[in-house]
């Protein structure tokens, strides 16, 4: 009966449908389960209880929810909860444990701190040229460089790869380094490769670190340096499944950086009197050492594999 299925649609699809015991159409109009569902049914302002030949617009269907499918979101939602207990239960069991162990900060000395704020604000003063040339470029090809993208965009790629190429003929000389080496931009730690997109990095002797990002002058291509440059890190750890946590950088091994709110606020000032007591913690279980994120960590960043070292 055609006529009977385009009136006895309720708005609902065929899977509620069939969760009703009918398959979404006037087929089995006439079964008692079908009759049951109409029942329960809330027609709208617009239909008259029993009447089931008034065409229902699109824009007004209702889909309803039966206690079947009921019962099959709470018992989803009570699986989820019950999950998030469970590890939040842990976590707290894990947070305790840890009271226990033995376990050790750096403190940064007034010196070393000194020159990591020097050197964030050379790095905000490298970013500041970069947004300062292009500019000057705008004034030559127009806003965004509207009246020759073309030139315009390797104008500022030719730019960024300058001002990048300064920055880290800077960068290399100084003191305070103890380690640079670079990452895969993408790999597993197995065989490794060097490309012109691997990460570069630079480490202190007390575990700060700083992270040029190759790959995000293809990903961000013409959005500046301030993609590449990444936030100086209060602590760099390596690790490598089946191997101890390393302090220094090691052929395979995977980058994990850590820092606190605390330490980037220390660098954002100009000046300090005094050594800085990092609150990134390791930890010592059975001889080996864990690095947990607690609370206080703002970024934790895990990288790739180191693949090469220069010092």
């Excluded at 207990?85 to 444990?97: A, G, I, N, V």
């Excluded at 162990?101 to 790095?123: D, V, W």
């Excluded at 390393?246 to 330490?263: I, M």
Aim: proline share 4%.
């Amino acid at each position: 009966n055609q006529k009977c299925k385009e009136c006895f649609s309720f708005g609902v699809d065929d899977t509620l449908a069939s969760e009703w015991g009918f398959p979404g159409t006037c087929d089995s109009v006439s079964s008692h389960r079908a009759l049951r569902a109409w029942h329960i049914i809330c027609f709208g302002n617009r239909q008259e209880f029993g009447t089931i030949n008034t065409p229902i617009r699109a824009s007004e269907r209702k889909f309803f929810i039966t206690e079947s499918m009921e019962e099959k979101i709470n018992n989803f939602f009570s699986g989820a909860e019950n999950i998030i207990k469970d590890l939040t239960e842990k976590k707290k069991k894990y947070l305790e444990s840890l009271k226990s162990l033995p376990y050790k900060s750096e403190t940064f000395p007034i010196a070393e701190l000194k020159q990591l704020q020097h050197i964030n604000l050379f790095l905000n003063f490298a970013m500041e040229r970069f947004e300062n040339e292009i500019k000057v470029l705008e004034m030559d090809f127009g806003k965004n460089g509207q009246k020759d993208p073309d030139s315009f965009t390797k104008a500022k790629n030719d730019t960024e790869q300058r001002v990048l190429s300064d920055l880290m003929i800077t960068l290399d000389p100084l003191d305070v380094w103890s380690h640079k080496f670079s990452t895969e931009s993408q790999g597993t730690g197995e065989n490794l490769t060097e490309t012109p997109n691997d990460s570069v990095y630079y480490m202190t002797s007390f575990g700060a670190s700083l992270r040029l990002k190759m790959t995000n002058k293809i990903v961000n291509k013409g959005e500046g340096i301030k993609k590449v440059i990444q936030p100086i890190m209060e602590k760099i750890f390596f690790e490598k499944p089946g191997e101890e946590i390393s302090e220094t950088p090691k052929l395979g091994y995977f980058v994990r950086e850590y820092t606190t709110q605390d330490f980037l606020d220390k660098l954002a000032v100009e000046s300090t009197d005094s050594d800085y007591q990092s609150s990134v913690r390791k930890y010592e279980r059975g001889g080996k050492i864990e690095i947990p994120k607690l609370d206080n960590i703002k970024i934790d960043h895990e990288g790739s594999p180191v693949n090469r070292i220069y010092f």
